[in-house]
């Protein structure tokens, strides 16, 4: 029940990008086409639960007993990084016009604030879904929650992509048009996604 809870409530009642505000920059970036927000959101996803997963091991074992919390950011960041650049080399290898798709945003994956947003919480927040006591995840939930934020982001990236390709084929008054019409059209949906608060 607990796996449960955390699942419903990083997908839609505190959804990364629409209730965080986390990794705003590549979600308007890359959502013009479904496409390539498809495999932007696939990318993000496997980079998140990987690097939530490889940071809290390194937290557990490495930092937390050897007193070196402070260096956690920096330590995450290095861990993205990495991360980044193999999903990079995969996809080169793999889907070469994916790879072209994303262009600069598949390298804007190591700033992406989600994917530290999400590492930086599992180690530092309680967390009480389903008890009375708040607990740090473990790292099966921390692997859940990590998978649920990730499939969160891209279910709120492929939505908002469908939503601006008909928008672009929309006759939109010329002062609404381009960015002004994506940010109303986000707010809709971050308000949709708020009707599912009561849940958790």
Excluded at 38 to 55: H, N, P
Excluded at 56 to 75: D, H, K, V
Excluded at 103 to 125: D, E, Q, R, S, Y
């Amino acid at each position: 029940m607990e796996y449960f809870l955390i699942i419903i409530s990083a997908i839609f009642v505190n959804n990364i990008v629409l209730a965080q505000f986390l990794g705003i920059c590549p979600f308007l970036g890359v959502s013009g086409k479904l496409s390539t927000s498809t495999g932007m959101s696939m990318a993000v996803c496997f980079v998140i639960t990987l690097a939530t997963v490889v940071t809290w091991l390194l937290n557990r074992y490495l930092l937390i007993p050897f007193g070196l919390e402070f260096l956690q950011t920096i330590a995450f960041i290095l861990v993205i990084a990495a991360l980044v650049q193999m999903v990079e080399i995969v996809l080169k290898k793999v889907s070469p016009s994916l790879y072209q798709a994303l262009g600069i945003f598949l390298p804007l994956i190591t700033t992406n604030c989600a994917v530290l947003g999400v590492a930086i919480t599992v180690v530092t927040k309680e967390f009480s879904f389903g008890s009375a006591v708040p607990h740090m995840f473990n790292l099966a939930e921390s692997a859940v929650y990590a998978f649920a934020t990730s499939l969160g982001y891209g279910l709120a990236m492929v939505l908002f992509s469908g939503i601006r390709e008909h928008l672009a084929l929309s006759d939109v008054p010329k002062p609404f048009r381009g960015l002004p019409i994506a940010l109303i059209s986000v707010s809709i949906m971050a308000m949709a996604f708020l009707g599912f608060s009561g849940i958790v």
